[in-house]
């Protein structure tokens, strides 16, 4: 089964329910309307060409139009590559280069119309989506999604959390990632359970309409910055029946200043592009601060040491992961996608991990240089590529830098000279703001091992205090 033949399904189970609602202009759908709504869009889309197969990039701002344009070119079994709204034109242009779109969606671009599209619904092993990432090498790489995927990772989310026709999530994420897009859509919209698209996050939002919901998810800043407000406690938060973090390491301290202050034990759970959610802590277990669970219904886990070999209970190792929300792969890039699984078949996520003696998982560690600030990835390469362009710059290293608001934050260790302004705004021109380095240390000469390369573990050391977190 797919998540749009089911969300079909559920529609006419339910059509008067309530399936989605916008806070910003009160617009709301139940599942009958927005069935219809989703089939029209899907009509549309089909009279300007879009067929089964065909490449959509659209920018995906946090408006119920990108639900609507997923949900109908899931139906016409075509293709969606989501971009975000801060993505710069030279990070929409390099995006749209690698995926070769059929057409291109502007944020809140209404593609409605009335009819129904004549296309066969698609089946597990059709593409639905295609998501950009970066890499090491700083070129993008789109990760392949199909619909078995789509339909394994909210399976197994409904099992493993309980979502049912009570839960109402208040919905504040970006549109573009997994998170945002599948894991907090797809389990209510397929249950009989209900969506409020609240726009971007912020403490007022979640203040003035949590009320309404059951079930917030939210990368570790939502939870940080909640804290930071006084109006966040028990008698705000106390009817609520999940919390969950995600996409970066929650601090424990802040899993035990959350239970603290409200009474809920967040489920931190663990993901990753190409895998969708793969490890949770329990519904009804533990709910143990700091680490992220087991394996979720139908996926499997594994922890290898740099020698081949798995690993014994508390020793570290690469995590890898098998099961039917794997990405068959990435777009146009066989080489990619080889050097991402292991010859028997499991995906090889490079976040290095520890299991307990009762199976809880802990993240320790990442085998690349990514940063993970506010819950989303930056790959220094990509800034460093751009930096190095700006006269004056020699060269650069990107490192990730301990931050109290964003977990991480992004700090350029330049050598040249060159003016901090011109640097930042260089970098600002070409790269989306969450990327830009959130300050710029001058070195005379960058650190480096005898094979010369930079060594970055010691930059950190040393500009560990810079944000003072
Ligand atoms: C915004 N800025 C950021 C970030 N977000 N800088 C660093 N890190 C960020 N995450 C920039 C803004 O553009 C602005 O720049 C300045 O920082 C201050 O912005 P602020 O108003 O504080 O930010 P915000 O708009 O409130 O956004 C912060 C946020 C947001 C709410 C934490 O970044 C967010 O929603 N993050 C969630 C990401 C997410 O959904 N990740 C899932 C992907 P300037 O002042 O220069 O303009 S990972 C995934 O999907 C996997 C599968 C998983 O496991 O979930
Ligand atoms: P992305 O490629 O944007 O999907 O990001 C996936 C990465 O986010 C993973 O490889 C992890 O490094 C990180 N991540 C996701 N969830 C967690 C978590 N709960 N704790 C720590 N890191 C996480």
């Not at 705004?425 to 969450?434: D, E, I, N």
């Amino acid at each position: 089964m797919t998540v749009i033949s089911r969300f079909l399904e559920q529609a006419a189970q339910t059509p008067d329910a309530l399936a989605l609602t916008f806070l910003e202009d009160n617009r709301s759908w139940t599942y009958a309307e927005l069935r219809a709504e989703v089939e029209g869009w899907a009509a549309s889309l089909q009279d300007r060409g879009i067929g089964p197969g065909d490449r959509v990039s659209a920018v995906m701002d946090q408006r119920p139009e990108s639900v609507l344009l997923h949900l109908a070119l899931l139906q016409l079994g075509a293709v969606l590559h989501p971009i975000g709204t801060s993505a710069t034109p030279a990070e929409v242009a390099g995006l749209i280069e690698d995926i070769e779109p059929s057409l291109v969606v502007g944020p809140g671009q209404d593609l409605g119309g009335t009819g129904r599209s004549d296309t066969p619904l698609p089946g597990e092993d059709d593409l639905a989506c295609i998501l950009s990432t970066s890499g090491t090498t700083g070129r993008p790489k789109g990760s392949l999604t199909t619909h078995g995927n789509l339909g394994a990772n909210a399976d197994a989310l409904i099992e493993a959390w309980g979502i049912s026709s009570s839960d109402t999530i208040l919905h504040l994420l970006p549109l573009h990632h997994v998170h945002g897009l599948f894991v907090a859509i797809h389990p209510f919209l397929l249950t009989g359970g209900s969506v409020i698209l609240g726009g971007r996050f912020s403490p007022d939002t979640v203040v003035a309409h949590i009320d309404r919901a059951t079930v917030l998810m939210g990368v570790p800043t939502f939870y940080t910055r909640l804290l930071d407000d006084d109006r966040v406690g028990h008698d705000l938060l106390g009817h609520m029946r999940l919390f969950t973090s995600g996409s970066a390491p929650l601090l424990a301290a802040t899993h035990r200043e959350w239970e603290q202050r409200t009474g809920h034990r967040i489920l931190e759970r663990y993901g990753m592009t190409e895998i969708q959610m793969a490890l949770s802590n329990p519904l009804d277990g533990e709910r143990r601060a700091g680490t992220v669970g087991m394996p979720l219904p139908g996926l499997e886990a594994r922890i290898r040491s740099a020698s081949g070999s798995l690993v014994g209970v508390g020793e570290a190792g690469v995590l890898e992961v098998r099961g039917p929300t794997v990405s068959p792969g990435y777009w146009r890039r066989p080489d990619a996608t080889e050097e991402s699984r292991t010859d028997d078949g499991w995906f090889i996520t490079g976040d290095v991990v520890t299991r307990s003696r009762d199976g809880y998982h802990t993240i320790v560690g990442r085998t690349s240089d990514m940063i993970i600030s506010g819950g989303l990835n930056v790959y220094p390469k990509e800034v460093e590529d751009v930096l190095d362009g700006v006269p004056g710059v020699v060269e650069s290293a990107v490192i990730g830098v301990p931050h109290r608001d964003f977990g991480e934050a992004v700090l350029a260790v330049c050598v040249g000279e060159a003016e901090q302004e011109a640097v930042i705004a260089t970098a600002r021109a070409r790269l989306s703001a969450y990327k830009v380095p959130k300050a710029i240390e001058w070195v005379p000469g960058l650190p480096r091992n005898s094979m010369g390369k930079v060594q970055k573990a010691a930059l950190r050391d040393r500009f560990a205090g810079t944000f003072d977190a």
